[in-house]
């Protein structure tokens, strides 16, 4: 069984918005696109066009639908799930070989896939189903943080983030140090209530998700309301140009 | 854009509407289609990649409109346009308006498009409702779409709905394209990366923070005994 490396100050790790998150799946598509060309792939693609089309995917998403609560209109939530890089991972504790190992330097969980002999005891470990397991390759795989991208001197230092991040059109995911107490991504935490997932199990997440904001329901007879009256208007109370406007659009 | 020639006198008033009584009386619900933000990501809309996230879609309902139609989840039901009608599976969901039904749009595809394989989803399970949006307005004198942008009219569908004996596919179904379906072997995009030997040996190396380059790997995979 793999040892942990001592507790390390720095904790990379990503703050999703599950309040702005619109299930695009942009982070998940993107970061299937870099980690099938970076140092983790290839993630593969079994019956690709046929009946039941499965690949290795390191983020997925997950949209569930969420009935009416109190004062609380029903809504639809969208979660995106991914390797959590907790603090004490059971998926690196489990592993019978070393393959599965955290970083002492920034917390990163990786596998050395030269190590791996597929036994799949880390994805039966993993209470978030963070680990991917590679059929044709016979190799466990997971979200690396990108740590090909984060550190990579070869890009433009403002690109050297995950690429979920980088994909996230409505900047939903943000990544940084979340063991540094005055980090942007901390403070964000603090500012919006963020949780870990799952904490009660002992795993000590460092990921964390920042709740959806309450919404306000609209009134109960919102769908079967008459509409309301129109505005009243006076083009004579417009000035020449407008009014020429009105009379042009209006025809 | 051109007016077409009307089919035949309406006895509607002005307008390109339904005639008088055959609007929200006879086709009492809104039928909206939208396409998935994941299929944005290509407009081609199924690659190997993309048809992972969805490979069918369902027609959505409110459970109220379910109850009134006595319709239960994963029932099938016929929905009727004035123009034609569709045959498809549903799914219940509170977070919409009863008085709609609603699909994404661009997932269902006709048997052999895109090389899927005879039995994808897409083909067998998968819907549209553009078999329901005619070209022409009902009248038949303009064209369906709206008259600044030309963008068809998907927002206007106007449908009925009623519980269906459940058919083995959705319908209606067209010929199938000719064409062999795409190999059904793996992809393994970015293999060709992995250099001849396959190793990760640059994997946790190279990749450090900056201040960590010096003397923290070993730490950091306790049990590495791999030799460089």
Not at chain 1, 64 to 69: G, R, S
Not at chain 2, 11 to 35: C, D, I, M, N, V
Request: proline share 10%.
């Amino acid at each position: 069984m793999t040892s942990l490396p001592p507790p390390s100050t720095r904790k990379l790790g990503l703050v999703i918005d599950l309040d702005t998150c619109v299930g695009c799946h942009a982070c998940a598509v993107a970061c299937k696109e870099w980690n099938a060309g970076g140092v983790a792939g290839p993630l593969v693609d079994e019956d690709p066009y046929g009946a039941q089309p499965m690949g290795v995917w390191f983020n997925r998403v997950h949209s569930y639908e969420l009935d009416a609560l109190d004062d609380q209109p029903a809504m639809t939530l969208h979660f995106p799930r991914s390797c959590l890089h907790c603090d004490t991972p059971a998926c690196v504790t489990v592993c019978p070989t070393g393959a599965s190992y955290k970083r002492a330097e920034d917390g990163i969980v990786l596998v050395d896939e030269d190590k791996c002999i597929g036994c799949k005891l880390c994805s039966w470990a993993c209470p978030y189903g963070a680990r991917e397991y590679s059929q044709v390759d016979g190799v466990m795989k997971k979200c690396t943080l990108c740590v090909d991208r984060i550190y990579n001197e070869h890009i433009p230092e403002a690109q050297r983030q995950p690429a979920c991040v980088q994909a996230c059109p409505t900047r939903a995911r943000h990544f940084g140090d979340l063991g540094d107490e005055d980090s942007a991504i901390s403070q964000l935490v603090r500012e919006r209530g963020g949780v870990p997932l799952l904490p009660e199990l002992g795993y000590a997440p460092v990921n964390r998700y920042l709740p959806p904001r309450a919404r306000r329901a609209g009134p109960a007879d919102e769908a079967t309301a008459p509409a309301p009256k129109e505005e009243a208007f006076d083009p004579k109370q417009l000035n020449p140009l407008l009014r020429w406007l009105d009379r042009a659009l209006s025809r | 854009m051109e007016a077409a020639p009307a089919a035949e006198p309406s006895s509607a008033p002005a307008g390109h509407l339904l005639p008088e009584g055959e609007g929200k009386e006879r086709f009492p619900l809104h039928a909206l289609t939208q396409r998935p933000p994941f299929m944005y990501h290509a407009w081609g809309s199924q690659n190997a990649w993309l048809r992972q996230i969805a490979t069918r879609n369902f027609l959505y309902l409110h459970p109220a409109t379910a109850r009134d139609h006595g319709v239960a989840d994963g029932d099938w039901v016929r929905l009727d346009s004035h123009h034609d009608s569709i045959t498809v599976p549903v799914r219940i969901a509170t977070n919409m308006q009863p008085d709609t039904v609603w699909t994404w749009n661009a997932i269902g595809k006709r048997r052999g498009a895109w090389k899927l394989s005879p039995d994808a989803p897409e083909g067998t399970k998968g819907f549209l409702l553009n078999p329901l949006i005619s070209d022409l307005t009902p009248r038949g004198d303009y064209a369906n779409a709206d008259p600044v942008t030309g963008q068809a009219a998907w927002f206007d569908l106007r449908v009925r709905m009623a519980k269906a004996e459940p058919p083995d596919e959705s319908l209606p179904q067209y010929a199938p394209l000719a064409g062999a379906a795409a190999s059904d072997q793996p992809l393994r995009y970015g293999a060709a990366f992995r250099g001849s030997g396959g190793s990760r040996e640059a994997f946790p190396k190279d990749f450090q923070p900056a201040d960590a380059k010096e003397g923290v790997a070993a730490v950091a995979a306790p049990t590495k005994s791999r030799t460089p």
